[in-house]
């Protein structure tokens, strides 16, 4: 079992950055692939990133490739999603979430058990 924190969140302007945090207690970190995901009102929940994906890659969606960065600190058993040049369509609920070790994609949510309260990033242009 592992309980998951996400903060950070925010109001931004187009081009602005936030850096999210999740804060993961219980099990070992390290045993789990992490993953940030968001979900827009009237959409679907959607991949963002994962961290040590697969035998340790590292995975984004399109939509964040060259903006965002995840990262991981396993002495403070916590990862991270910094959010560079954001963009209005970037506005949604932030989630983070974990899985133990596994071969599945990365970027599919269903094979995540293990769910944060989500905080909402907001981009006004």
């Known amino acids: 079992q592992v309980q998951l924190v996400e903060s950070g969140g925010g109001l931004v302007q187009a081009g602005g950055s936030l850096r999210l945090s999740c804060a993961a207690s219980g099990r070992t970190f390290r045993s789990y692939d992490m993953g940030w995901f968001r979900q827009a009102p009237g959409k679907e929940r959607e991949f963002v990133a994962a961290?040590?994906?697969?035998?340790?890659?590292?995975m984004y969606a399109d939509s964040a490739k060259g903006r965002f960065t995840i990262s991981r600190d396993s002495a403070k058993n916590t990862v991270y999603l910094q959010m560079n040049s954001l963009k209005p369509e970037d506005t949604a609920l932030y989630y983070c979430a974990a899985r133990l070790l596994d071969i599945r994609a990365c970027k599919n949510y269903a094979t995540y058990p293990y769910w944060g309260q989500g905080t909402q990033v907001t981009v006004s242009s």
């Open positions: 961290s040590h994906c697969n035998d340790g890659n590292t």
